[in-house]
């Protein structure tokens, strides 16, 4: 299983980037996806997360700027970030907890952080 992320860089305050990430691999069935962000000299935190129904969940950072969702048949998950700040600056993280065959339980996996820059 992997997941890949893609959408970080650089962006001016107030910008509005969007970050995906696409779970692949030996997949029977995702339950909550979600992303997580560490910024530098901080420890990691949850920012939003998305069950495969579609109840989400947010960090009091991100309530009113970020959006979570997905796409169950492309096993993705997807923020919308808008008017963002610079102490949103951090690396980013894709999580998905994966269940790889019917009779297996689920495993928690990290894909491998894209970087998110703001400037003021």
């Known amino acids: 299983v992997q997941l890949q992320a893609s959408g970080g860089g650089l962006t001016q305050a107030g910008g509005s980037p969007r970050l995906s990430c696409a779970a692949s691999g030996n997949i029977f069935s995702i339950n909550i996806m979600g992303w997580y962000r560490q910024a530098p000299g901080k420890e990691r935190e949850s920012v939003a997360d998305?069950?495969?129904?579609?109840?989400?969940n947010y960090a009091d950072s991100a309530k009113g700027r970020f959006t979570i969702s997905r796409d169950n048949a492309k096993n993705s998950v997807y923020l919308q970030m808008n008017s963002l700040k610079p102490e949103d600056t951090a690396v980013y993280y894709c999580?998905?907890?994966?269940?790889?065959?019917?009779?297996?339980?689920?495993?928690?996996?990290w894909g491998r952080g894209t970087q998110v820059t703001v400037s003021s």
């Open positions: 998305i069950t495969s129904g579609g109840s989400t």
């Open positions: 999580v998905a907890d994966i269940v790889i065959s019917r009779t297996a339980s689920s495993y928690f996996w």
